[in-house]
Nanobody
Framework: QVQLVESGGGLVEAGGSLRLSCAAS????????MGWFRQVPGKEREFVAT????????YYADSVKGRSTISRDNIQNTVYLQMNSLKPEDTAVYYC??????????????????WGQGTQVTVSS
């Protein structure tokens, strides 16, 4: 089992920045990739970014490409999502996820086995 705990969400004005963190614990040695997803009420959870644990290769959704950076700390077993130039449409609950499946890059929710509880990001206009 892997436990994921997100932090770093909050309220920010449009144009501002936030850095989300996701700390992984438990059986993390088999992690192949980790990802960030987001969801707003009434809509499906959508892919934001993913990172391959072995070499740090990153892949982004078009909606955040150029404004966000996903990174990881292998020692701390933590993945980060730095979000810049935030827009009101970035408002959502952001979820961290991990997978042991050797599929990269994967935008599919079904690829990811473990999920965090989510952290709210609100961008005011």
């Amino acid at each position: 089992q892997v436990q994921l705990v997100e932090s770093g969400g909050g309220l920010v004005e449009a144009g501002g920045s936030l850095r989300l963190s996701c700390a992984a614990s438990g059986h993390t040695s088999s992690t192949y990739a980790m990802g960030w997803f987001r969801q707003v009420p009434g809509k499906e959870r959508e892919f934001v970014a993913t990172i391959r644990w072995s070499d740090g290769s990153a892949y982004y959704a078009d909606s955040v490409k150029g404004r966000s950076t996903i990174s990881r700390d292998n020692i701390q077993n933590t993945v980060y999502l730095q979000m810049n130039s935030l827009k009101p449409e970035d408002t959502a609950v952001y979820y961290c996820a991990s997978t042991t499946h050797p599929s990269y890059p994967s935008r599919s929710l079904g690829t990811y086995r473990y999920w965090g509880q989510g952290t709210q990001v609100t961008v005011s206009s």
